[in-house]
């Protein structure tokens, strides 16, 4: 049995709003798990249903093979970390982290020393004396995780714990969280909408969309291998064909059977660009068109090529100054056999997958 399983869980807000939709996951000892998805898809609720601070409507959650619904929440040893810093102004950095320790009536010495292991796990252990206030908010977010682990909790939860940081930030403290997590190796359910975060710093990922779980895997899994519609959309950029004459012919270039296939997609990456009339490699098709965009992003290019089967991105890799392209320029786009992803009309992935 894994350490941490939620099995069929719902919530219902009011009188029919399903927040959690059947929504099942484990997760094992020492493990950084990652709910994505969109705004308002329920990972908070289910975040605070394993919390306790809501109750859910039906379902089962255990952690280390005991019911967790029937233990209130401040008994649940789950250390918490949410989006606002939490800190206490008028309490110094020390104090702040000690503060979980307080009810549980730990002795003042190993306060003292739990503390100060904690602050220098997150690297504030210069820092105790200090009043939050004269603190950068990466800082204050340190304090929130010094906090949560303080506590030797059986289990982490971090609800968006890096949105209101700057972006180089968010990305220092984002692997510094993980560094932290695996050395502290807690099991940890961490929150965000940010697919690229999620990528970097996961052991897997549960994509959630509406109250249901689309897909569980691993970061590689996830982007390299989607196995739905939404996952491969949410997670990376998707060129979707039009169907039609141009598609069928691609698709019967390449060998692709069409049978039970409502949509046919490529990632940008996975597409190369030639001089309009050259030969196309083996095992590919071409599909000519007209350049409409050419935008240079320094490690990679975005070409976007008006095609009869749809306006593609193509994306290109260390493009360097020679592979600028012009609007109205003639190309073709190169489309390798291995490239397309079918779905069908439920958004299924379909056919060879990996
Ligand atoms: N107490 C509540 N009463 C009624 N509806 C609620 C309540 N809490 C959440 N909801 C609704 O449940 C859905 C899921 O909310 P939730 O907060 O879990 O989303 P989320 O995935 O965390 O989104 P975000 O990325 O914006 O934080 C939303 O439609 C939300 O409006
Ligand atoms: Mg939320």
């Known amino acids: 049995m894994s350490y941490l399983t939620v099995s069929n869980a719902t919530k219902q807000f009011g009188q029919s709003f399903m927040a959690l939709n059947g929504v099942s996951v484990a997760v094992e000892r020492g493990e950084f798990f990652t709910l994505l998805g969109p705004s308002g898809c329920g990972k908070t609720t289910l975040l605070r249903s394993i919390a306790g601070f809501n109750d859910l409507t039906s379902g089962e959650i255990t952690l280390n093979g005991a019911n967790l619904r029937v233990v209130p929440p401040h008994q649940r040893d789950i250390g918490m970390v949410f989006q606002d810093y939490a800190v206490f102004p008028h309490l110094s950095v020390f104090d702040n982290v000690a503060f979980g320790l307080k009810p549980r009536k730990v002795p003042a010495a190993e306060i003292k020393t739990r503390v100060t292991q904690a602050l220098d796990a997150v690297r504030l252990g210069a820092l105790a004396d200090r009043l939050p206030a004269a603190m950068s908010g ?17 289990l982490l939860l971090m609800d968006e714990p890096l949105s209101n940081l700057d972006a180089k930030l968010r990305i220092e403290l984002r692997e510094e969280i993980r560094d932290i997590q695996k050395q502290v190796d807690i099991a940890t359910i961490y929150v965000t909408h940010d697919q690229e975060e999620a990528l970097a710093i996961s052991d897997r990922i549960c994509v959630m969309n509406a109250g249901r779980i689309e897909q569980v895997g691993t970061p590689q899994d996830i982007y390299g291998n989607p196995q739905t519609r939404f996952v491969a959309e949410f997670v990376g950029t998707l060129n979707l064909f039009n169907p039609g004459a141009a598609l069928d012919a691609m698709l019967g270039h390449l060998g692709l059977s069409a049978a039970g296939a409502a949509a046919w997609a490529v990632r940008p990456e996975h597409l190369g660009l ?80 990996g």
């Open 274 to 353: 030639i001089a309009s009339g050259a030969t196309a490699p083996a095992d590919a098709a071409v599909l000519d068109g007209i350049v409409t965009k050419f935008t240079y992003l320094g490690r990679e290019a975005h070409v976007g090529v008006e095609t009869p089967a749809g306006n593609l991105v193509v994306q290109l890799a260390n493009p360097g100054m020679a592979a600028s392209r012009a609007a109205g320029e003639k190309v073709s786009v190169v489309v390798p056999q291995s490239a397309p992803m079918a779905f069908d009309a439920e958004g299924q992935r379909l056919g060879r997958k």
């Open 138 to 154: 990466g800082q204050q977010q340190r304090i929130g995780l010094a906090r949560a682990m303080v506590i030797n909790p059986q």
